[in-house]
């Protein structure tokens, strides 16, 4: 049996931010070879794997075989099958419709991160709503969703915007697979297309995704 555990760290750089993450693997009742892949599943060493999370747009997780270790791209991009099921579930059948795109924010539960990040401060989290709301009107978006797998620590926000729960955790299966830190980001165009950051970002990163997702469906 094998435990994965989860640690993140941010530190400033181009971009105010950046992420190392590694889990630590602790063998219980065997301790046996750990082996790596890369994003294309592609086989990699231990120095390899860990060069990537430290310098690289990287995490690190268990894949589904055991002893055995996978990069994840943490800017994925791509298009989904079916798009109208993710407008449907959170309600916005009408802006499918009407070409809008989406705008998912979707956080974890707490963790190290969100836990002592200044970008969950109320004040901050109000700044960042008003952004968003301009940009999704600006670029034809539908109103921010705000979505969770566990609310703890959201209850401070009320006031400032709706969280609800991951309708039967779609999203979180279609795009946030693991625990990422923090919380994470997905724009999905009615086309299926869509542009993702994994774990925290600069809020800039949500217009740019949208801008980009825009001139790629004109």
């Known amino acids: ?37 890369n994003e294309l599943g592609g086989r990699i060493t231990k120095t390899q794997f860990e060069e990537q999370i430290l310098n690289g747009p990287y995490f690190g997780v268990p894949s589904d075989k055991e002893g055995e270790m996978v990069l994840i791209f943490r800017m994925p991009f791509g298009k989904v099958d079916e798009p109208l099921v993710f407008y449907e579930k959170t309600g916005n059948s009408s802006a499918f419709s009407e070409g809008k795109s989406l705008i998912v924010i979707f956080y974890p539960g707490p963790d190290e991160c969100n836990s002592n990040s200044r970008d969950f401060d109320i004040d901050a989290m109000e700044k960042a709503d008003k952004s968003l709301k301009k940009w999704a009107e600006k670029g034809n978006a539908a109103s921010p ?20 729960v991951d309708p039967e955790g779609v999203f979180e299966k279609e795009f946030f697979k693991y625990p990422y830190p923090c919380k994470s980001f997905v724009v999905l165009h009615p086309s299926g297309e869509y542009r993702a950051i994994l774990g925290d970002f600069p809020l800039s990163q949500i217009d740019q995704a949208l801008k980009k997702l825009n001139r790629a469906n004109k």
């Open 1 to 37: 049996m094998k435990i994965g555990c989860l640690i993140s760290c941010t530190q400033a750089k181009s971009m105010k931010l950046w992420f190392c993450l590694s889990f630590i693997l602790i063998g219980i009742s065997s301790v046996a070879q750990t082996s790596y892949r």
């Open 145 to 164: 969703i705000y979505l969770y797998k566990n609310p703890v620590g959201l209850e401070k926000y009320s006031s400032i915007m709706n969280w609800e």
